[in-house]
């Protein structure tokens, strides 16, 4: 499994995914699940997979070389599209492409040829945006209501964003947020795994903020997910029933 | 959807269901899904459930049944076999063969026919045992390794009991876990509702212990779910990055 978590807020975007991949648990490795894409000034965007590895890859492959071909167009290049939302669509169909054709050589295992992505970025003069797209290539949009999306194991992570993450969280406590959240999955899920990478992309940036990959043995997260724990079980001791 | 926990520590069991029962969004009702079967100082069993409505119904009234059918042996009836061990093998037959029933009467929707249910209980002389019996019929027990089960929607409050849960956990702190377990879950999704059913059963009790129901308006519970908020948002604000 997998577990990615963007916000989209007032002040920027911030996405974390963890790194583990696993084909039944004696196959489990390490990939990176967070790619961006940028023309600094111009555009920047930041994709995240859940799901089927060769299908992500494979997507995400066919993105790249259709960004490189000399004969893109902005319908088929997310590098050209003149708009975020259009690069969902682009990215939509090729996803859904893919799925069906890995799907199509796996007869009954067809079901797991199926992954779904978070898509966030800015175009110059354009808003920030954040999308969900799912396996047959329609997505869903983050807003003010609800501006966090999830993809992989997402439940364990859900309540410290429930509690703490509006559109006006600042970036610094929206990174705590997004490593909370994976700091409890992590401890209910075994088959979500470190390193982890972060990203920030600031509002009209258009460019990667900050970007920064976080190993198992980072102090710092280990520090947070320590007192973390800590402040957790002194919040505990003082409640009353 | 459910969600059932059940805590099986030094000093007794800890159990709380919601009682939210959907069939579609529009269709939500409130119906007991936590049943006790006593016979003070001889034996005390408490049965938890999550699933189709209509198979956890069929497969109590069974139970109740057998229970009270004067022919009953220690082979059919909960309040006559000799372990709890026995009573999970009587509950969990009982469950399957509704399962099958109802499944095939049900054709393509077979599927949704399924159950499951936490069993805990002790008898005179013998230990308090706790067991999750799938759908099948089939069952596992809480060891001291794990020592809590949960049914039906338990992902969300999953990381609260990893964190402070442990057999030496008093029964005080216990109810409190549950409680915390369930507000997150309660938060997090829309398919679990109050009011609440809550019951402990100390060690040796033969008996229950306590049992409450917590009502929406409750003003205990209402208190400790905004101070764990509280709590919560406090120990975000102090964590560092």
Redesign the interface.
């Known amino acids: 499994m997998t577990y990615c978590v963007g916000l989209l807020l007032k002040d920027g975007i911030v996405c974390l995914s963890d790194t583990r991949t696993n084909a039944g648990l004696d196959n489990i490795s390490t990939y990176r699940k967070m790619f961006t894409f940028t023309e600094p000034g111009e555009r920047v965007i930041l994709i995240m997979t859940a799901g089927s590895l060769s299908v992500t890859q494979t997507t995400l492959a066919r993105l790249d070389e259709a960004a490189s071909d000399i004969e893109a167009t902005p319908n088929t290049s997310i590098m050209l599209a003149p708009t975020i939302l259009q690069v969902a669509e682009i990215v939509g169909r090729t996803l859904a492409e893919t799925s069906q054709e890995v799907a199509s050589r796996m007869g009954s295992n067809a079901s797991s040829a199926s992954a779904s992505m978070i898509l966030a970025g800015q175009r110059k003069d354009g808003d920030m945006r954040m999308f969900l797209i799912y396996p047959e290539g329609n997505f869903i949009e983050a807003t003010a209501d609800t501006p966090y999306l999830q993809i992989g194991e997402h439940?364990?992570g859900?309540?410290?964003l429930?509690?703490?993450v509006t559109p006006e969280t600042s970036l610094?406590?929206a990174?705590?947020?997004v490593?909370?959240s994976m700091d409890?999955t992590l401890?209910?899920n075994l088959s979500v795994g470190m390193p982890l990478d972060l990203a920030v992309i600031e509002r009209d940036a258009l460019a990667i903020s900050q970007q920064r990959r976080i190993e198992a043995q980072d102090p710092?997260f280990a520090?947070?997910s320590r007192?973390?724990?800590d402040?957790?079980?002194?919040?505990?001791t003082?409640?009353?029933?």
Chains 1, 2 share one sequence.
């Open positions: 439940k364990y859900k309540p410290i429930d509690r703490v610094t406590d990174k705590k947020a490593l909370l409890s401890r209910s710092s520090a947070m007192s973390w724990s402040a957790l079980r002194d919040a505990f003082k409640i009353e029933v």
